[in-house]
């Protein structure tokens, strides 16, 4: 029988996306003046070619390849922070992201104060949050520092409060950056160790990491991206085993 498009949780439809790099751009006077008739030229770079992805509910999947190889701009895309040149990218459910530490934060607030603004943008209502503030605050172990100015954390504590209101928002689908690579070893596991409790819980993920060992203990299913193109798509273990050969 064959599946619909309701089976799928997230579905990636020939997308392709290119970014205007701008070359000579002058930064002062004199380069002004030199390049004043060549200056702004561009040239197109074209980071994801006709990618064709779907993921159905409550598979966790790694996105994995090299700096450069597209795999940050797909999960951009799936949040809807940009949007393809050509395709289109339907997502089934309520998602939650953790893509840049402290997107949404605002430095000159407090936790507590982030907490409510950070779960806003993912549609909590104020009641809904007040329910959550404890197990949010237990969860990122910032309690003695929930009412400081976000602008003094570390980039360790972002990350602790960025994750704590994520997975405190209910949602179907999670999409997460290199992000958990920020942060004590104790912190990470916890991070990790939740992210299990929420496969077993049936939530669909989309993990971008080149951590192959958390792509191994987590991911049901790896997709290698060389070059803005899929290069391989299947068994998490024969994924990355014929990545490790390809790129060592």
């Given at each position: ?32 003046l ?82 409510y ?16 503030l ?7 172990e ?58 077993a ?48």
């Open positions: 029988m064959q599946e619909q498009e309701a089976d799928y949780k997230i579905v990636v439809d020939n997308v392709y996306k290119t970014f205007n790099v701008y070359l000579d751009k002058a930064n002062t006077v004199k380069e002004k030199l390049f004043l008739f060549s200056r702004n030229r561009k040239e197109k770079r074209e980071v994801l070619k006709g990618i064709n992805l779907k993921i159905k509910k409550g598979e966790v999947v790694a996105l994995i390849g090299t700096n450069g190889s597209g795999k940050s701009t797909l999960l951009k895309l799936m949040t809807k922070i940009i949007y393809p040149n050509k395709g289109k990218i339907i997502t089934d459910g309520k998602l939650t992201s953790l893509l840049e530490l402290g997107a949404g934060f605002h430095p000159d607030f407090s936790g507590r104060e982030n907490i603004f950070n779960a806003s943008i993912f549609g909590l209502t104020k009641k809904e949050i007040d329910e959550r404890e197990d949010i605050i237990e969860f990122s910032l309690r003695p520092y929930i009412d400081n100015p976000v602008r003094t954390y570390s980039s360790g504590m972002y990350m602790r409060l960025a994750f704590a209101v994520a997975i405190n928002v209910d949602a179907d689908i999670l999409l997460i950056d290199e992000i958990l690579s920020v942060g004590d070893e104790h912190f990470q596991n916890k991070c990790f160790n939740k992210m299990l409790d929420l496969k819980k049936g939530k669909t993920m989309v993990f971008v990491t080149h951590s192959m060992q958390s792509v191994r203990n987590l991911c049901d299913r790896a997709v290698w991206l060389s070059n803005g193109e899929i290069k391989m798509d299947g068994d998490t273990n024969k994924v990355v085993d014929e990545y490790i050969k390809q790129t060592t």
